[in-house]
């Protein structure tokens, strides 16, 4: 059993798709998940202005790979809807 987490987790299960796998995307309302962000970096000592910051440059460098990789998920968690499907 291998568990991969984190941005980068579906983009690295496309080196194990030849083995039986599940591969789940979570998903949630985006200014929710802006808020969370923003939540995590003030904990980090950062001020808003450098949280925001952080925050739009995430957008840019890990977005692309989110979407596109959401197409390789078998099972979908959307954190609005407390549910899970499969794809």
Known sequence: VL?????IALHLAKLFS???SHRWYVTMDEG???SRVLKEYAL????NQEAEQI?????IDEMPYLQADQAIATHLIDLELN???SI
């Open 3 to 7: 568990i991969l987490e984190g941005t």
């Open 44 to 47: 980090r000592g950062k001020d």
């Open 18 to 20: 030849n083995t039986r």
């Open 32 to 34: 929710r998940r802006k």
């Open 55 to 59: 925050y739009a440059q995430r957008l």
């Open 83 to 85: 549910e899970a499907e």
